[in-house]
């Protein structure tokens, strides 16, 4: 920070485990890359190439090299993970990885169907080349998945070897862990946090409201995914109480007489 104020929570420092906050990388530029880190890279953990953006990203190999030198760990969608597997190419994903020099990789079934067993010997194995984070929840709409199938499934995959389980919601945050207004499906995150730890899990949060939820639920160090590269500097200063919606979270009792009515 540039001055000191009293009453900020402590932030966890990178290389952190918990307080994590991934930004979602649908396209930027080399240059709006440099300018991003330049920015915001000191509060950025991971990097997502959302989707199958890596596939037509230009300078690609430029990009992972920056985010690197930053000490942000990239790596690339689900979804292009789904599309290799659900056409037979695991092998050929496996070489994907290891030409990019990949160190984190994302094991998800949320636009195709996969038997569970099956996800979780791609976690076993993707486990013994990178770092996994493993997605739970469906990006298909109308599909509800039962509280205590997500903990089940987020067991067995941080189990099978993935380092956080990511709680599905999709860029849009109106499915998986939320309601199709955006609002937050408390009894399903309760649920999730009653039977797995917290900094297991990273909850993918793109609308400013659910990071503040977020954040007044769990605290300044929860994992937050999905972040807009605009949205990084805004979300620190939600973790730290210096926006509106947190500015109380944080502050000694005597100073709670003060909330406008």
């Known amino acids: 920070m540039n001055y000191q104020l009293p009453y900020i929570p402590v932030r966890s420092e990178k290389p952190r485990n918990e307080g994590l906050t991934m930004m979602m990388d649908k396209g930027l530029s080399l240059s709006q890359t440099e300018g991003f880190i330049e920015m915001a890279g000191e509060y950025t953990d991971y990097v997502k190439f959302g989707f199958g953006t890596s596939a037509v990203t230009k300078n690609l190999e430029d990009k992972l090299k920056l985010y690197r030198e930053a000490n942000i760990r990239p790596y690339f969608g689900g979804t292009l993970f789904e599309a290799y597997i659900i056409r037979g190419m695991f092998g050929e994903y496996q070489k994907l990885v290891e030409k990019y020099k990949l160190d984190l990789v994302e094991v998800s079934d949320g636009s195709m169907h996969m038997e569970h067993e099956e996800k979780l010997g791609y976690i076993r194995t993707l486990s013994k080349q990178a770092t996994v984070l493993s997605e739970v929840g469906s990006k298909v709409k109308g599909v509800n998945i039962p509280p205590e199938q997500w903990v089940l499934m987020m067991k067995t995959e941080l189990e099978a070897g993935s380092l956080k389980v990511i709680a599905e919601a999709r860029e849009s945050g109106t499915i998986g862990i939320y309601n199709s207004d955006g609002t937050a499906n408390e009894g399903l995150i309760n649920e999730i946090a009653a039977h797995i730890k917290t900094s297991d899990v990273l909850w993918e949060a793109p609308d400013g409201k659910q990071q503040a939820w977020f954040i007044k639920l769990f605290g ?35 100073m709670q007489s003060k909330k406008q009515l």
């Open 220 to 254: 300044a160090n929860v994992n937050l995914g999905n972040i807009a590269p605009d949205i990084v500097i805004p979300l620190e200063c939600l973790r730290l109480g210096l926006r509106g919606d947190t500015f109380f979270d944080f502050l000694p009792e005597e």
